[in-house]
């Protein structure tokens, strides 16, 4: 008997083995350098839920085809039958017969190879929703990547202005002990750090809660802080839209998804057409006799013809909703193409308003910059009182803060572009 030492023991044992199995998803990030957007897309593609589970669909698809397929096959079987008739004989019929059987359906009307069509079809359906949620999986990776920067970059922003509102503190207060300043200009500047200190508390939440936000979209577990790398500023040149809009509809995963319907719809339809047919089957059976058998070996070859005479409509009424569905494809597949013709529209025009953003921005932290330096040279040389100086901190601040946003949403919306494009970001 085992001993209750024995067994935590081997428990124990058991958990400590296991361990880098549980752990072995996060342990195939790089932890010894700074990730890139390729290196966290990549990890996601491969170890997020979503993209897993479609991956399992299309092997469910694969089976499926291959089962239609098997159709068409040959059939092995081996039986064994005891025999027993109750009677006082000596026949050598009596006790048990084994056989080996060979059957194949040779035609069946059109069945296994509307059948093969359809899963073949399901199967290319299954492909383009594994497109669609690599695609999907990228982009989100991409925005909570940039949501990243841009959180860490705003929280800095939000340091750097406590820490040049606590310098210019001093700077009042030393003017005030010298008698160069009066005691109420201080009031200003201890108002700005208090807000100073508030925005960089906000700040600092929104990155931790963009860090977990990427670890969760890239399939990770809260943990700690990823070291990722920032990137160069994005080009303004920017395709056409008409471009955009033909190569949308010439590499969107939807497209060849709903072709892939309509050729499965359509071949349900087919199905459904052959069973108000007469169907003709040809087959044919080869056994042998094993270990007692009656016979040693036989063969047959069958020909039929079937007609459903009456079902009540219901195979009248399976046409006419499979011919539905193959119409409801269609419809929908010319307002898909309408709706990325719209997609495609307002994600064009969405980047080509954040570059011009971006440039505005730019020059708005140039001449904010300036402004402060100008104020903080007067109110050296008592020209300005300390709420000039405060208020140009702040635009400052704020021009700083708008030019960061504008930057990496930029990169997000090149990147909605390119999805809306059908370009695979991975």
Known sequence: MVSKKGLLAGLMFALVCAAPLFASDAANLPSDRTLSLSDCIGYALAH?????????????????????????????????????????????????QHSLQITETLYDGGRTQTAIRQAKSNEQVLATQLDLAQQ????????????????????????????????????IKARIDAGDAAQVDVFP???????????????????????????????????????????????????????????????????????????SAEAALAQARIETLPVPTVGASYGI???????????????????????????????????????????????????????????????????????ASKSNVTLAQKNLEVAKAKYQQGLAIPLEITTAQTSYSEALANNAQSLYNSYIARAQLDKAMGKKGY
């Open 289 to 359: 006799g094993l270990g007692g058998a009656s016979y040693s070996n036989q063969w047959s070859v069958g020909i039929g013809l079937s007609l459903n005479l009456f079902d009540g409509g219901a195979a009248k009424a399976a046409v006419d909703s499979n011919k539905a569905k193959v119409d409801s494809v269609k419809l929908l597949t010319e307002q898909m193409k309408k709706d990325i013709t719209t997609d495609v529209e307002q994600s064009y025009l969405n980047l080509t308003s954040s570059l011009e953003q971006l440039t």
């Open 136 to 171: 999907d999986r990228a982009l989100k990776v991409t925005e909570a990547y940039f949501g990243a920067l841009k959180a860490k970059h705003l929280a800095d922003i939000a340091l750097q202005t406590v820490t040049q509102s606590e310098e210019q503190l001093k700077l």
């Open 189 to 263: 500047v201890e108002v700005q750090l208090a807000n100073a200190r508030l925005t960089k508390i906000q700040r600092d939440n929104n990155a931790r809660m963009a860090w977990n936000s990427l670890r969760n979209t890239m399939g990770l577990p809260n943990g700690p802080e990823l070291k990722i790398e920032d990137v160069q500023e994005p080009s303004a040149d920017t395709p056409s839209l008409e471009s955009c809009i033909e190569s949308a509809l010439a590499n969107r995963p939807e497209v060849a998804k709903t072709s892939a319907q309509i050729e």
């Open 48 to 96: 997020h839920g979503s993209v897993l589970s479609a991956k399992q669909d299309i092997k469910s698809g694969s089976a499926n085809t291959t089962q239609a397929r098997a159709g068409y096959m040959p059939k092995l079987s081996v039986g064994s039958y005891y025999n027993n008739n109750g009677q006082n004989t000596n026949s050598s019929y009596d006790g048990i």
